[in-house]
Every structure is written in C-alpha cells, then in structure tokens.
C-alpha cells in the first residue's frame, strides 16, 4: 500500500523558515516524480513544485520560486521542501504528492504551515 | 498559464445524475496532456477518481466517468448516492513559458440533496 507522511509543519513569524519532510512507503520511489501540493484550509488547490526521479530537474510555482527548495533523498525514500523568507499568505495544508504521467495518483494526509506574528 | 473554470456548486437529489464541468482556453490545445479530476472530502486528502480525460484508477466505481469535447471537461456521477458528497477539482499539465505547470480549477461542491 502506497503511504506518504509528511512532517515538519507548525507556526513560524512572516520572514522565517521552515522544513517540510515526507517519508514514502509501499513504491519504488525513484521510479517516480514527487511534488507539493498546498491549500489554504476551505480553499482550492495550488501545485507549489516538482522533483524529477534523479533530483536533478525542478519546476515551481511563480507565487514560490526563489524562496521555496524541493529536493529528494531517494536512498531514504523521502521528499523535502525547505521553505524561506515566509509570507502570511503561504499558510496553508502542504501535501506531499506522488505524479504519474501528468497527473497525481497518490497524496499524503498533509502537513499545516501557519505563517503568523 | 491556463485558467480552469468550475461551478462553485452543484446540487442533485439521490440516484441523479450529476455533471461538473471544467472550461478553460488549453484544455484541448497541444502540451495540455489530458484532464484530470480528484475528490476531496471533508478533514481529507485529496484522491484522484478520473485521470486523462476519461480513464479511472483502480476501486473507483463505474459510476464516475470523464469526458472531453473542445475546450470543455466534464465529470458525471451517476446514480449519485450521499457518499459522493464532497469537493471536486480538474487540473491539466502544460508547459509555460517553457516550464511544466500544474493548474487546479477552483473546484465544485456537490452537494446530495
């Protein structure tokens, strides 16, 4: 059974950091692309970035690139999404997906980032 | 990069047919590689109930299909039972300003009557 579990999340001021971690289980994989996925609670959907199987390839959203790092440790079976320079309106639920072919056939149970003074 | 318009809601009775629409410019244009759609319910993650225009994954009942005509999606639920209520969003991959880019509609809520 497919499993993503993602850590990291909790309440840091506006300008801060933050780590967000998701550890796979039940694929292989580096056989796969891995994204983040975030929601403001009671909202819509918004892709934040892309990981290629290697590491070596990223693509982000326009709202978070040059603040926000996705990478990959695929000996550990885990994704990272390493978070700086925080504003209020990155709040939101982060998820941890895993993509097939353009679309996302798997998702974690999230992780809340609160952004707030 | 492409915009994705959905009802906010949609409303049906028990056993009805329910029909969700996606419209946006590139749904049907080139390096728009399919349309996909997801359930989400309350306090849970998402899960993907249609993927390229029309397939289903595995466990997903056959009353849930998807189609595609121009630039136009759609996703009907038949015999719509008090269990498929819950929020609804397509998404498409495309490529922008040479870059891939994942887009979300701004998602339905169906509600069962």
């Known amino acids: 059974e497919v499993q993503l579990v993602e850590s990291g999340g909790g309440l840091v001021q506006p300008g801060g950091s933050l780590r967000l971690s998701c550890v796979t289980y039940?694929?292989?994989?580096?056989?796969?692309?891995m994204n983040w996925v975030r929601q403001i609670p009671g909202k819509g959907l918004e892709w934040v970035a892309d990981v290629s199987m290697s590491g070596r390839t990223t693509y982000y959203a326009d709202s978070v690139r040059g603040r926000f790092i996705i990478s990959r440790d695929n000996a550990k079976k885990s994704l990272y999404l390493e978070m700086n320079n925080l504003r209020v309106e990155d709040t939101a639920i982060y998820y941890c997906v895993k993509s097939f072919s353009f679309h996302f056939d798997s998702w974690g149970q999230g992780a809340l980032v609160t952004v707030s003074s | 990069s492409s915009v994705l318009t959905q009802p906010p809601s949609v409303s049906v009775a028990p056993g009805q047919t329910a029909r969700i629409s996606c419209g946006g410019d590139n749904i049907g244009a080139r390096g728009v590689e399919g349309v996909h759609w997801y359930q989400q319910k309350p306090g849970q993650a998402p899960v993907l109930v249609v993927y390229d225009d029309s397939d289903r994954p595995s466990g997903v009942p056959e009353r849930f299909s998807g189609s595609k005509s121009g630039n136009l999606a759609a996703l009907t639920i038949s015999r719509v039972e008090a269990g498929d209520e819950a929020d609804y969003f397509c998404?498409?991959?495309?490529?922008?300003?040479?870059?891939?880019?994942?887009?979300f509609g701004g998602g339905t809520k169906l509600t069962v009557l």
């Open positions: 039940g694929f292989n994989f580096d056989d796969y692309e």
């Open positions: 998404q498409v991959w495309e490529t922008y300003n040479n870059r891939a880019n994942w887009v």
